[in-house]
């Protein structure tokens, strides 16, 4: 029973470091070390079980599935640095300009798209809110709308592949990412087409919330407008399907597919001359610092799993989870009630490096298909990112958002799409053909 109960309370201890602010890693690892130290004196942790974490670093170091994050971290940040996704929605923003709503459809498609390849909700939103809110708000749109739309497409990456977050929620789980990306895909496009219906009802319906953009910023000439579609349009698109066909065909890993795509993103840099070192630089050093964080919260995980181990814990919370009332559908809802509050206060590295590895198991034996598991969870946390008042999306664009705009306008804003968010996100858990429709998944 003490054993229990200190596994418990190590378990809590961590959960109340990580909300105070302090740095993951250490917080996991120093929580390792009290409770392993308290453990041992009490004569209830047996130290034999750190002996296992030297073997536990080296088998991270050596998994190949983990080496497709700074690769798809380089991608995205590479299109994003060198300004090509800035000429996408631009050239975008002006195909949809003489639509009402035009422009908040452009940073839908093309959120989806930049969400996807970097898959980090900070990145994309930070970068959304730089180049479309000021040119959404110069050509009177409502601030709500707005920003509304800019964090819900920024958190679009959470879900729609290629994405870091499916690389380590496929790991942690044990199934194939390749797998995880196909059963993803319907769902991603669902949330993005969600909010794409959404912005043309709210145009259709109140015009002035959502104008079309001015005739002489829209009509650049056929001739001139072609040109943009084939320079800033064609080449990242091309890209990106080519990193997601070579998974979903089974050509490459998507280690291998995310290689190709870092390739892939220089090249399409120095062929819109925007290719320096200063540029690379800055690249290099965005990828392997996310990397490194990564890396460092990852052995954190590992020390405290090992400790929490050795106090019983994980038998603890099994046995607490399996047998909860209602079966799958009680500890659904507990799994997903968890979820999407830490996602308030912790990013998604720490809730996979933590919950899952405690959740898996009891999702195994009550017969849960993994790859739908994963990507409700996948959309789940996109959801818990965008609800105020914790949601990390809100706070990345605040920001950058200009003085003009105020914190209740975002929060207002985002409040339709987190409804959509949740309507998709059950009609995902109720219908799991939504994840298996495709074929290729094993």
Known sequence: MTSDWLGALMFVGALFLLATGYPVAFALGGTAIIFGALGWFLGIFDPVFLSAMPSRIFGVMENYTLLAIPYFIFLGSML??????????ETMGI??????????????????LLAASTGVVAATVVAMGLISLPIMLRYGYNKELATGVIVASGTLGQIIPPSVVLVVLGDQLGISVGDLFIGSLIPGLMMA??????VLIVAFLRPELAPALPPEVREIGSKALTKRVFQAMVPPLLLILLVL???FFGIATPTEAGAVGSLGAIILAWGNEKL???????????TMAITSMVMFILLGSTAFSLVFRGLNGDELMFNLLANLPGGKVGFLVVNMLTIFILGFFIDFFEIAFIVIPI???????LGLDLVWYGVIIGANLQTSFLTPPFGFALFYLRGVAPQEVKTEDIYRGAIPFILLQMLVLVLIITFPQTVSFLPGLN
């Open 80 to 89: 994003e640095k060198t300004g090509i996704a800035e000429k996408l929605l």
């Open 95 to 112: 195909l949809f300009g003489r639509l009402r709503g035009g422009l908040a459809l452009a940073v839908v498609v093309v959120g989806a």
């Open 245 to 247: 066909g070579s998974i």
């Open 276 to 286: 320096n070192w200063a540029a690379l630089k800055s690249v290099c050093e965005g």
């Open 359 to 365: 959740f898996a198991p009891v999702a195994v034996k």
């Open 193 to 198: 087409g969600a909010f794409a219906l959404h």
